[in-house]
Each structure stands twice: as structure tokens, then as C-alpha cells.
């Protein structure tokens, strides 16, 4: 059996660790999408190492202690089908590193790309001065908001105090205390009716079927922050329900509901949704501006 003293490179780290992520059969789906790209984010990581450094590098001998914590590392993750984030606690999201461990999902939304173009063409830049995140979990969405509007105030709500803990570790990480602030909140149950020029969210939205079918490593993610109900759909009739009071008139709402997407507007024939599409892929998410909300308020009671 191979064990550390046989791997002497980096390069031989990366190539292991490939070997074995793919003879395991793992499921790749949190920041990367083969077991290549994951050896790689688990090698480099754990030497403190850029992504951008040169070839040549690839082939340093390592001393034995790294060996032991990568070959540590390698094992963890195929033996526990742990994700790689929450062996590293890093993951990134929209340019930004965030600390995650199994208190929060781990980022991987769409709305990134979103966030990076300011959210145009569907609202100007210069009107965003009060955005919200609903379901917060490690405050990658609140925080990458903050930088891309620094003009803004940012609330970010999330149920879980141990989500908010996490978030807080990241708002501390990025230095936006000024400008994100964080809720204890069920979406918008304590929310002062304050109005916002962006209601953005990435809620739970996993089906009672799905669920039952998750790969391993998405069970290591707490499972508040996934269930939806029997159609995925429970917190997005609630979001719906309850925006038009917190959005302003030339207000957005965009939500992640993934796969939930046909169920949702089967649900609301009536609603126009905008689904986005995205240059770096994934979908799901909807957007609706709040004229639009308040036009057809009748359907979303």
C-alpha cells in the first residue's frame, strides 16, 4: 500500500491525490467539477501556495511533515467523502476567500457572476445604496455585495446563530463591519420594514425526492440550509410573499431556487419570471423587479 514516504513532490501530491479521488468515485460539486482541479485546490491550500505559481515549482520536495498532512488530507477525503473546503475551510466566491466549515453550505452560487456586474442591466448602479440577503449562511453573498456596491449597506439574515457565527468570522475576515450587519432572522420575520433596492437570496431549495438522492459530501452540509419541502419551494412562496413591502419601486428581488425551477413557476403561471443566464454556467435563479411584484401582487398571497 502506498503511504507518504513514496510521494516526494508536489507533483506527485497532485497526481496521487488524483488517482485516488477518481478510483474512489467522488462526487466533485463544491468549487470544482474533477477530481484533477480537486487535488489541485486540496495541494495547493494546504501548502500555502498561489494557484499562479510557476511549473517548475510543481516538482519541490516536500519536507515530511507537509507529506504527512497532505497524504492526511488525501485520505480524509476519500475515506469521510468530506469536501474539500471543509478540510481546508476555504472556499471562494465572486474573486473572495471565505471561511467555511459544516456550520454553512459552501459557496458555489451563480449569483457571483451577478454580483460582478453589478446586477445591470436590470438595476443602475448608482441607486443601490440598501441591498438584503435573506439566508445568509457564511455572508459570501452580503460580503461580495459590500465590495462590488461600497457606497451600500448590506443586512444579512440568516435563522441559524451558528451560520451567523461564521458569517461574522468572514466580515470580520474582509473588514465590512461598517457595512454588513447581521440578523438572527426566519427571512424576513424580525426585519425592521425597511426598504431595500436589492432582495437577493440563495434559501434552501431541495426537494423531499432530491434529498433522498444527495451524493455523500453534500450530507456534510447542514441540511437546514438544503431541505425545502416535498417541491423545493417552501421558502421561495414565503420570499415572494413578503418582498413587494421590503423593495423599493425601482427595487430587484433575484433568488436561487435551482432545480426547483420548473416546480416554482408551475406554482405562479402568472409571475413573469426573468431567468438569468449565466457566461460561467449554473442557472435556477430568477429575477423580478418590484413593479413587477406589485402588478401581480394577487398571485404570490
Not at 481546508?88 to 466549515?101: K, M, R
Not at 459544516?102 to 445591470?120: C, D, G, K, N, Y
Not at 439574515?157 to 451560520?163: F, V
Amino acid at each position: 500500500m502506498t503511504n507518504h514516504t513514496d510521494l516526494i513532490t508536489i507533483r506527485d501530491f497532485i497526481r496521487y491525490a488524483t488517482s485516488r479521488f477518481n478510483s474512489a468515485g467522488l462526487y466533485f460539486g463544491h468549487g470544482t467539477d474533477n477530481a484533477w482541479d480537486e487535488a489541485i485546490a486540496l495541494v495547493l491550500h494546504t501548502l500555502h501556495l498561489s494557484h499562479e505559481i510557476a511549473p517548475t515549482v510543481l516538482d519541490a520536495r516536500l519536507i515530511q511533515e507537509e507529506r504527512t498532512k497532505l497524504y492526511e488530507l488525501i485520505e480524509r477525503r476519500v475515506s469521510g467523502r468530506i469536501p474539500v473546503p471543509y478540510l481546508t475551510h476555504e472556499a471562494w466566491f465572486s474573486g473572495l476567500p471565505f471561511y467555511v466549515d459544516e456550520r454553512v453550505l459552501i459557496p458555489r452560487s451563480p449569483i457571483a457572476e451577478l454580483i460582478e456586474s453589478h446586477f445591470q442591466p436590470w438595476i443602475e448602479q448608482e441607486k443601490v445604496s440598501s441591498i438584503l440577503d435573506l439566508c445568509t449562511g457564511s455572508g459570501c453573498i452580503a460580503i461580495a455585495c459590500a465590495k462590488a456596491f461600497p457606497d451600500a449597506q448590506v443586512d444579512a439574515s440568516d435563522i441559524s446563530p451558528d451560520a451567523l457565527a461564521v458569517a461574522k468570522i468572514n466580515v470580520l475576515r474582509h473588514a465590512v463591519e461598517d457595512q454588513v450587519h447581521l440578523h438572527e432572522s426566519d427571512l424576513f420575520a424580525n426585519m425592521d420594514e425597511k426598504k431595500y433596492d436589492i432582495i437577493v437570496s440563495n434559501p434552501p431549495y431541495v426537494s423531499s425526492e432530491e434529498m433522498l438522492s444527495l451524493p455523500p459530501e453534500y450530507l456534510h452540509e447542514p441540511e437546514r440550509g438544503l431541505a425545502a419541502g416535498s417541491h423545493g419551494l417552501d421558502f421561495a412562496i414565503r420570499i415572494l410573499h413578503y418582498a413587494g413591502k421590503f423593495l423599493q419601486p425601482h427595487g430587484i428581488l433575484i433568488v436561487e431556487v435551482g432545480n426547483s425551477e420548473y416546480a416554482l413557476a408551475e406554482h405562479y403561471p402568472e409571475l413573469p419570471f426573468t431567468w438569468v443566464e449565466f457566461q460561467r454556467g449554473g442557472g435556477g435563479v430568477f429575477l423580478l423587479s418590484a413593479e413587477q411584484l406589485k402588478s401581480h401582487q394577487s398571485s404570490v398571497k
